[in-house]
Structures are given as C-alpha cells and as structure tokens.
C-alpha cells in the first residue's frame, strides 16, 4: 500500500477543536463550546438539524473560517490559513465539463506536478477502487449521477488527504443510487486508509457510514450534545447493515438524541 509514509498512526489526532465558538459579523455565536476530536483513519459522521453549524465546522477545518474563541488544530498545529491538507466534496458538480473522466481525477495530481508515471498509476487505482474504470475516456455529460458522483469522489481522494470533508455529498441522489454510493464509499476508504468527517442530517445514512456519530444542534449557539460509536465494524455492507439485528435500536438512539438536538440548549432546562 501506498500509506506507510503518511504516518497515519492509530490514535493520532488529525483534526481537533477545543471550546471552539464560531459566529458571523455582529450576529451571536452559531456554535460555542465545541470540543471534538477526529483520529487518524476514523469515519466520523457530524448529524444535526438544518442550520445548526455543520457545514461551518468543516469549514473551520478546511481553513475557510476562524473561530471567534477557541483553537482548531490540525495535525497537532492550529489552523492559521487554507488547509490544503484536506479534501472538500460537496453537493456541487464541479467536474470539468470539457475533460475526460481520467483527465478529472488527475487533475490534483497534475495541479502538485506529480511525475506522469505516477499519475497515470493513481489514476487507474482510484478509477479501480471507484469501479470507473469503464468510464476513464468518458466526458462528464456521458455519465450518469452516481457516476458523477463516483468520478468527484475519486478526484477528492487521488492526493491521499489528510482528511476528507464531506458535506452532504449524496443528498440529491435517489436512495437506490445513494445506497450504492454508501458502499463505493466505505470500500474507497478502507482501501486508502482515508479519515473521513462527513455532514449529513439523515440518521441512517450516518449509522450505516460512520465509525462514530457526533450530534450537533442545542443551538444557538449548537455545540456536540450527544456521541455514539457505532457498533458495526469495518468489514459491515450498507446495503444490508439496516435490515440487522441492533441496527434499529441505534436508530432510535440517534432519533432521540436528534429531536433533542432541536431544542435551543437555554429552553432545554426550563
Ligand atoms: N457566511 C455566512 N454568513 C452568515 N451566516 C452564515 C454563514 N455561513 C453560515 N451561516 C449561518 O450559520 C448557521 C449554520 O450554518 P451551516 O451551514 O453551518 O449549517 P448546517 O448545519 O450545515 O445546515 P445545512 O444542513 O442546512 O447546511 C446558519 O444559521 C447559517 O445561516
């Protein structure tokens, strides 16, 4: 494998906030107290409400916001300017339109001038672990949604992050396609090592997914109200992990702690 140099040791950390408050202009904190911890290798789902701060906890990691209080540490060194040690998929298509689907998946390694050799090796690996291999010589308008998808993941992962952000990355796929993406996804990254934090306000899609759920809401100012392990294990197959014995138990659990996390932390109390 390609990753004993990466020093991806077990139990290090890779991204960590400490009493993290993050706000905007003179409006009040969105999320304070935020104190969250993603080790090396792991895939850690954030789940809350609409609006309650996920997609601005990954960007404090990818560097795109400061907090207002607090330390965000990546590494072990805080975050002082654009993270290029992550990877960021959104919903957004941000395939090039005009460039085959090899030529997309290349392009991080052509943008940090690796030798053509080596790309060409990553390619084809990235292409393989994301069953695209078919479609290396298609253009983006030949593919199907999934595909798309697929491609955008492989281009997200060829320079072997340090970290991958996802936010919401399935959100507008039908849940047949998305189901396979959840198993293209977790087959991708247990080959490449890849540590993952992933937003997403479906429940299943976290516990099917994630080694560890972090839900986030209580707000404003959101913070972690609850935290769960997932007892699944890495070898588990999303497309038949729901219909197991636990799976809805910890369903319910995520469902409880949810319709909690809607609740304003102040009114919680009274
Ligand atoms: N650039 C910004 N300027 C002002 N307010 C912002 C900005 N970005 C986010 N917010 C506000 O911060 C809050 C949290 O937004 P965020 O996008 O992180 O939530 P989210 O949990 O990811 O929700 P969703 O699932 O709807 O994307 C929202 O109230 C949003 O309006």
Known sequence: ????????????????????????????DVLAGVDLRVGAGEFVALLGPSGCGKSTILNTAAGLLRPRRGEVLFDGRPVTGVNTSVGYMTQDDTLLPWRTVAANVALPLRMRRFPKQRIQEEVARYLAFLD????????????????????????????????????????ALDAQMRQQLHADLRRAVRSTEQTVLFVTHDLTEAAVLADRVLVIGGGPPGGVVAEFTMPFGAERDPATLPYEDGFAQVQQELQEALTKARVPAAKEEG
């Open 132 to 171: 695209l291999e078919h479609a290396a010589g298609l253009y983006p308008a030949q593919l199907s949604g999934g595909m798309r998808r697929r491609a955008l993941l492989a281009r997200s992962m060829i320079y072997d992050p340090a970290l991958l952000l996802m936010d919401e990355p399935f959100a």
């Open 1 to 28: 494998m390609h990753h004993q140099d990466t020093g991806r040791a077990p139990g290090r950390t890779i991204f960590e906030t400490r009493g993290m408050a993050v706000g905007f202009g003179d409006r009040p």
